[in-house]
Every structure is written in C-alpha cells, then in structure tokens.
C-alpha cells in the first residue's frame, strides 16, 4: 500500500514537472521573441525617423503617435 502511494506521488511529481518545463520553455520563447520585435522596432525607428541619426529630431510625434 505504501509503495502504490509512493508510485502515485511520483507520477503526479513527474506530470508537474512537465507541465513547469513547458511553460517555462514557453515563458523563454515568448521573451525572445518579444525582445527581438522590440529591437527591430528601435532599428525601424533609428533608420526611418533618425535617419540614421543618433538622436531623433524634437518635436517629432513619431513616439506619441505608436503609442496610440
């Protein structure tokens, strides 16, 4: 009786750890990918506003604008 109890405790433990693997993996692959779309934002905005500048022009309402 107490091994079958100990089998099930282990099988529920294993299924847990799938489970938390998965979403961490998941959690990892949403970051990445959510870092690179970032990335590629500023470098849209460095090409196309900045004009390759290192600082955008004031007064531009490029930000203010995405933000909506």
Do not use: C, P
Not at 43 to 63: D, R
């Amino acid at each position: 009786m107490k091994e079958a109890l100990q089998t099930q405790n282990s099988f529920y433990h294993d299924i847990k750890s799938i489970l938390q693997t998965a979403r961490d993996n998941a959690y990892k692959s949403v970051n990445f990918i959510m870092v690179e779309a970032y990335w590629n934002i500023g470098k849209k905005i460095v090409e196309v506003e900045q004009n390759g500048e290192t600082k955008a022009k004031y007064g531009s309402k490029l930000i203010s604008e995405l933000s909506k």
